[in-house]
């Protein structure tokens, strides 16, 4: 990864808005990917500073993890007071305006810094290391494709086991588990499964319920490979599922289907959201789906571009979204069908390979 080409680039962006240092602060994970980004640091806090003299802060937990991961900038250990150690740290070099990270900056921070160094100007910056994240290189691509191809593997392996009387709650453990015995280093978020009527609610989380026979199971899942998310979402049915669940499948496909043939560079995110959405409204089930046609996967599960109604932004070659259509029948079930796919020069890699072209019937 060319971290370095990535804090070049934003010390650009940065000087362009009349800036003369940035600011990236992860305390306890609160801005652990924009960190990772730009340094290569998987640990809970630490700091950055990107300017004319660029420096790697921590406390002495990590001092010894960030000699391993951080390459070609200098380290330094703060004191256990590190939010004063920080502000004289910049008073020391001379700084003025500093950009400093809007979205993932506690208050608490920004606070302490204005009021511990009240000769520098602290602007807030809605975005910026974020859109650099958005066009992912190839190597960055190459360990979502690996993540995705993961989470298709587990897929495979616990529809193989899926039958009525199992508990939602324990095949996403199993799942989970399975996840990091092969190779994953966690989820890229809790895993959902959903059986029966939990399927109608898009953000479910798996319970006690036990799947009957005639349930749909949705399952939502990602691995996490070398820090990189995989988000995939497939129904299968556990025996019969009845015609209704047929013909919403079938609605379903075809959006998901027209979503990724909409997907191409210089096309708005939100004109493949309309695309894919047009299908579910023209079927008469508009009102039954309610969330955006997909996001964009990286580091974090949800992160830019936007693939929804309200986006305002426009494909390009390396970012890496999902197209996952959905329609729920509230007190019924839900289903929806979900894949990760890279935008290249000259059309699309589609990431998720399980297989999807009819409702699996167990
Ligand atoms: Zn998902
Ligand atoms: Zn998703």
Redesign the pocket.
Known sequence: MDYAARREELWRRARERGLDAFLVINVEHSDGANLRYLTGFSGSTGGLIVGAQPLFVTDSRYTEQAGHEVVGLPIEETTPRWLPWLADKLGALGVKRVGIGAHRTSVYVFQELARLAPGIEFVPQAGMVEDLRRVKSGEEIERIAAAARLTDEGLRWIVDRLAPGLRERDVALDLEVWYRRNGAHGVA?DL?VASGPGSAMPHYRPGERTIERGDLVLF???ARVDGYCA???RVVAVGEPGRDARDIYRIVLEANRTGLAAVRAGVAGKDVDLAARDVIVRAGHGDRFGHGLGHGVGLE?HEGPGVGPASEDVLAPGNVV?I?PGIYLPGRFGI?I?DLVAVTADGVRVLSSFPKDELLVL
Do not use: A, H, P, W
């Open positions: 978020f959902i939502d899942i990602g988000d995939l979402t599960v999902t996952e929806r979900e």
